[in-house]
């Protein structure tokens, strides 16, 4: 069974960073791509960036381009999102979706808060 | 980086069926299809159907998606109460490199 479990939000100042992780099992990690997507409170789903099996490729949206990374740990089977300057837009539910030519599983969520 | 386009609601009557659309353009719904997303609240969104009209495992038949050019759709016959949810489309884009969701339509049965 496909499992993915995210980790790592919380409240954070705007301008400071956090590090989102997502624990996945039940499938081979390294052969599926991972991303990651977020949807603000009351809002629709946004991507957020995205990374190959390997690990070689990445890609953004624009509006966390330069602020965000993406990487993942194949030993691990562990996806991570690294945020940094962040933003009062920036809060929302980040979910670790698995990427089969679309995001078939995805997990729990977990909420970062931007604020003072 | 523009989303796909997606009506905001859609209400129908119980058994009644509800045909959801989301257009977008030839780099993204035109070239690989759409896939389906349902949420309901307070929960993740699950995989309805992917490149046009393939359901996992699980997935009712009573859902059926298709695409005509830029426009997908997806066909739920037989309305029932727990089909009342948020409906998301997603494609990739080939030329911008990227995902793009639609907005979402809250579907309500009556």
């Known amino acids: 069974e496909v499992q993915l479990l995210e980790s790592g939000g919380g409240l954070v100042q705007p301008g400071g960073s956090l590090r989102l992780s997502c624990a996945a099992s039940?499938?081979?990690?390294?052969?599926?791509?991972m991303g990651w997507v977020r949807q603000a409170p009351g809002r629709g789903l946004e991507w957020v960036s995205s990374?190959?099996?390997?690990?070689?490729?990445?890609f953004y949206a624009d509006s966390v381009k330069g602020r965000f990374t993406i990487s993942r740990d194949n030993f691990k089977n562990t996806l991570y999102l690294q945020m940094n300057s962040l933003r009062a837009e920036d809060t929302a539910e980040y979910y670790c979706a698995k990427d089969s030519g679309t995001y078939d599983f995805w997990g729990q969520g977990t909420l970062v808060t931007v604020s003072t | 980086q523009a989303g796909l386009t997606q009506p905001p609601s859609v209400s129908k009557g119980l058994r009644q069926t509800a045909t959801l659309t989301c257009t977008g353009n030839s780099n993204n719904v035109g070239n690989q299809g759409a896939a389906w997303l349902q949420q309901h609240r307070g929960h993740p969104p699950k995989l309805l159907s992917y490149?046009?009209?393939n359901r996992p495992s699980g997935i009712s038949e009573r859902l059926s998606a298709s695409r005509s050019g830029n426009t997908a759709s997806l066909t739920i016959t037989g309305l029932q109460p727990e089909d009342e949810a948020d409906y998301y489309c997603?494609?990739?884009?080939?030329?911008?490199?990227?995902?793009?969701f639609g907005g979402g339509t809250k579907l309500t049965v009556l």
């Open positions: 490149r046009n009209n």
């Open positions: 997603s494609a990739w884009d080939s030329s911008l490199r990227v995902w793009v």
């Open positions: 039940g499938f081979t990690f390294s052969s599926y791509a």
């Open positions: 990374i190959s099996g390997s690990g070689r490729d990445t």
